[in-house]
């Protein structure tokens, strides 16, 4: 069993920047997957950045691409999301999940996934 709480959420303007953490604890963090989801207001769920257990490769939605920076510190069992250029449409509750190895799908598939934070609310005001 896996437990995810994300922190750093909070209010900002257009333009500027926020660092998400999310810390796991319960399991072997290197055999899960581990990314960043999020969803607005009367929104559906959206997967917004991937990256593999080691760290090199990564998947980012088109929507933050260029803006937005997944790492993850596999002895601190923590996932980071650098988040920067922040506009108001990035508005939404922050959400890490985790799905272990093998479990197929596709990274932005959130049915995929086994575990889920609470998350932590970003508003970016214009």
């Known amino acids: 069993q896996v437990q995810l709480v994300e922190s750093g959420g909070g209010s900002v303007q257009a333009g500027g920047s926020l660092r998400l953490s999310c810390v796991a604890s319960?399991?072997?963090?290197?055999?899960?997957?581990v990314n960043w989801f999020r969803q607005a207001p009367g929104k559906e769920r959206e997967g917004v950045a991937a990256?593999?257990?080691?760290?090199?490769?990564?998947n980012y939605a088109n929507s933050v691409k260029g803006r937005f920076t997944i790492s993850r510190d596999n002895d601190k069992n923590t996932l980071y999301l650098q988040m920067n250029s922040l506009k108001p449409e990035d508005t939404a509750m922050y959400y890490c999940?985790?799905?272990?190895?093998?479990?197929?799908?596709?990274?932005?598939?959130?049915?995929?996934?086994?575990?889920w934070g609470r998350g932590t609310q970003v508003t970016v005001s214009s």
């Open positions: 990256i593999s257990t080691g760290g090199s490769s990564t």
């Open positions: 999940a985790a799905k272990s190895l093998v479990r197929a799908g596709n990274w932005y598939d959130s049915s995929r996934y086994n575990y």
């Open positions: 319960g399991g072997s963090y290197r055999s899960y997957f």
